[in-house]
């Protein structure tokens, strides 16, 4: 029998298992979903802004099963089988940072790893915290603007997990289109 990991990973965790239309066609398990690119799951990403424009990248725990230290979204996490993407992402920064800010649904994007595939329903918040990070399933987190994540992420110096990598690009297409700062104004 398998056991959590240190940071609460099951790997007995039911998804639902979509296709490339984000269609449900079955479940699997997270074990199985984790080590098969061809079983397409769902997952959440939630980047919170601060009022003054920054964005909160959190770091992973080293004991997570996928991408252990790695920064990845402000929060994010799997669909569990029957939940939906939005009450997911309220459970995630529930869980994650402590915090239930309103969310702007920002899209969906399909993330290829050699791991895994999800589609990803991409979220934004705001918040200046206090923030609460869960003790097992991160190692805190920073601050970061727009600006100053460009660079490092062209040169491929800042370590992302590959859904905060597509998180931050389609972030950034949002911001060349004028669309993410009226999107954040109504937050």
Request: glycine fraction near 6%.
């Amino acid at each position: 029998m398998e056991t959590l990991s240190a940071a609460g990973d099951d790997p007995d965790e039911l998804f639902d298992r979509v296709d490339a239309a984000d269609r449900v066609i079955g479940q699997v398990r997270r074990a199985e979903a984790h080590r098969d690119p061809a079983l397409i799951h769902r997952s959440v990403q939630i980047l919170v802004f601060a009022r003054d424009g920054r964005v909160l990248l959190q770091r992973r725990s080293a004991a997570k099963d996928l991408f252990p230290g790695c920064y990845c979204a402000s929060a994010s996490g799997h669909v569990a089988s029957g939940e939906d993407y939005t009450a997911t992402a309220r459970r995630e920064l529930r869980e994650e940072l402590g915090i239930a800010p309103a969310l702007a649904y920002l899209g969906k994007e399909t993330v290829l790893s050699v791991e895994e595939t999800e589609i990803t329903a991409l979220f934004a918040a705001r918040s200046d915290g206090p923030f609460t990070f869960h003790p097992t399933e991160t190692a805190g987190g920073v601050f970061f603007t727009l600006d100053d994540l460009r660079a490092p992420r062209l040169r491929d110096t800042l370590v992302l997990t590959p859904a905060a990598r597509v998180a931050l690009a389609a972030l950034d297409r949002l911001d060349h289109a004028s669309i993410l700062s009226g999107l954040l104004a109504m937050l």
